[in-house]
């Protein structure tokens, strides 16, 4: 079994930047690549952006692209999700996913693992 807890969520102004990090802990031969997740209130969970395992390949959604940057440390067994220039409607519960292949998808199926989220907030 392998888990995944998110942490660097919180409250932070328009304009304004939030690290998130994903810590993979237990089994973490069950992952490889990792990927972000967002849902806002009412609206269906998104993809925003997915890294491979050897971090060579990245993918990043249309809406945050050139403002969100996905990273991680395998030595560390932690996938970080850089946010800058936050918006109010980027207001979301934030989620890291584990996906059994090595390439991330934009899609929920494949991914094996998902953490709790972590709120993000974004005040105008």
């Known amino acids: 079994q392998v888990t995944l807890v998110e942490s660097g969520g919180g409250l932070v102004q328009a304009g304004g930047s939030l690290r998130l990090s994903c810590a993979i802990s237990g089994r973490t031969d069950y992952v490889a690549a990792m990927a972000w997740f967002r849902q806002s209130a009412g609206k269906e969970r998104e993809f925003v952006s997915g890294i491979s395992y050897n971090g060579g390949y990245t993918d990043v959604a249309e809406s945050v692209k050139g403002r969100f940057f996905v990273s991680r440390d395998n030595a560390k067994n932690e996938a970080y999700l850089e946010m800058d220039i936050l918006r109010p409607e980027e207001t979301a519960v934030y989620y890291c996913?584990?996906?059994?292949?090595?390439?991330?998808?934009?899609?929920?199926?494949?991914?094996?693992?998902w953490g709790q989220g972590t709120q993000v907030t974004v005040s105008s």
């Open positions: 996913a584990g996906h059994a292949r090595n390439y991330p998808s934009q899609s929920e199926e494949g991914y094996t693992a």
